[in-house]
């Protein structure tokens, strides 16, 4: 036998030799997604707590500019972390005061927090006041710190805003920090909550309220919202990555749900 073929026959006995890579067995299949799923929940609960979490709008207190059936994410690295900034059963951690705070919440900024006195519930709001601000609503303008906040009639009857042919007006409020956005009055300036008397906001706390103004349970309230404690604030509302209209459509109805969705609204910047 010439060399080279030699050296052909002893390249073939080397691949025959090559051990075969063995199958799982079902355990070690079993095992090995186990494996994934740990690995995948365990990334996806630490970017929830330590960067952003969903949050979903059930009511309308926020509209127009959230609207029902809206997914959003909050930022939580924007004002550090509190115990409210956890997930469940660590929010009932006896910690508190905030760490790796860099930022505070500035007036017209949209916050999640945590409502003590309904359960520990995740709220969605505008901060209107800031600590030692003081803010009183009279015929339905808001005022803070004694100054009136510029409001301009933008649109008198927006159809359907309060319920099916209940129309309201919208304004556009302007801060004095120059934020700017839309509030709806389904009640005019009678409603319940459109004077009030004056609020002082404590230190350490803020006043929030919804752009819905004659809609929402809010810091207005102090039997049931009142001032929020600062590290109740689990984070600012970001963006919109989802938006579906509830009452197009249901769960269980898939075949409705291209004609639910929102499209406009997806990657909308929260304002």
Same mark, same amino acid.
């Given at each position: 036998?010439?060399?080279?073929?030699?050296?052909?026959?002893?390249?073939?006995? $080397?691949?025959?030799?090559?051990?075969?890579?063995?199958?799982?067995?079902?355990?070690?299949?079993?095992?090995?997604?186990?494996?994934?799923?740990?690995?995948?929940?365990?990334?996806?609960?630490?970017?929830?707590?330590?960067?952003?979490?969903?949050?979903?709008?059930?009511?309308?207190?926020?509209?127009?500019?959230?609207?029902?059936?809206?997914?959003?994410?909050?930022?939580?690295?924007?004002?550090?972390?509190?115990?409210?900034?956890?997930?469940?059963?660590?929010?009932?951690?006896?910690? =508190?005061?905030?760490?790796?705070?860099?930022?505070?919440?500035?007036?017209?900024?949209?916050?999640?927090?945590?409502?003590?006195?309904?359960?520990?519930?995740?709220?969605?709001?505008?901060?209107? %006041?800031?600590?030692?601000?003081?803010?009183?609503?009279?015929?339905?303008?808001? =005022?803070?710190?004694?100054?009136?906040?510029?409001?301009?009639?933008?649109?008198?009857?927006?159809?359907?805003?309060?319920?099916?042919?209940?129309?309201?007006?919208?304004?556009?409020?302007?801060?004095?920090?120059?934020?700017?956005?839309?509030?709806?009055?389904?009640?005019?300036?009678? %409603? =319940?909550?459109?004077?009030?008397?004056?609020?002082?906001?404590?230190?350490? =706390?803020?006043?929030?309220? %919804?752009?819905? $103004?004659?809609?929402?349970?809010?810091? $207005?309230?102090?039997?049931?919202?009142?001032?929020?404690?600062?590290?109740?604030?689990?984070?600012?509302?970001?963006?919109?990555?989802?938006?579906?209209?509830?009452?197009?459509?249901?769960?269980?109805?898939?075949?409705?749900?291209?004609?639910?969705? $929102?499209?406009?609204?997806?990657?909308?910047?929260?304002?």
């Amino acid at each position: 036998m010439s060399t080279t073929e030699e050296s052909g026959a002893s390249g073939a006995a $080397r691949k025959e030799a090559k051990p075969q890579k063995q199958q799982m067995t079902a355990a070690e299949e079993a095992w090995d997604l186990a494996k994934t799923v740990f690995f995948a929940v365990a990334i996806a609960l630490v970017l929830r707590i330590v960067i952003f979490q969903p949050f979903n709008i059930p009511s309308g207190s926020m509209k127009p500019n959230l609207l029902v059936g809206d997914f959003l994410v909050v930022s939580k690295p924007t004002f550090g972390y509190s115990r409210a900034s956890l997930v469940y059963p660590l929010t009932r951690m006896p910690m =508190h005061g905030r760490v790796l705070s860099f930022a505070k919440p500035q007036r017209g900024d949209i916050v999640v927090f945590k409502n003590r006195k309904d359960g520990n519930k995740d709220y969605i709001k505008r901060v209107i %006041g800031l600590p030692g601000d003081t803010v009183q609503m009279l015929g339905g303008r808001l =005022h803070i710190n004694g100054k009136p906040v510029e409001k301009e009639l933008i649109n008198a009857n927006v159809p359907d805003v309060c319920g099916p042919g209940y129309g309201a007006p919208a304004y556009r409020e302007t801060l004095d920090n120059g934020v700017s956005y839309v509030v709806q009055e389904c009640a005019g300036d009678e %409603g =319940h909550l459109d004077n009030t008397s004056a609020y002082h906001v404590p230190a350490g =706390h803020y006043f929030m309220m %919804g752009d819905n $103004r004659d809609q929402s349970q809010d810091s $207005r309230v102090i039997s049931q919202v009142g001032y929020i404690p600062e590290d109740a604030v689990v984070g600012k509302a970001e963006r919109l990555f989802f938006s579906v209209d509830g009452e197009k459509t249901q769960f269980w109805t898939v075949w409705n749900w291209p004609f639910a969705i $929102r499209y406009g609204r997806i990657f909308d910047p929260v304002r």
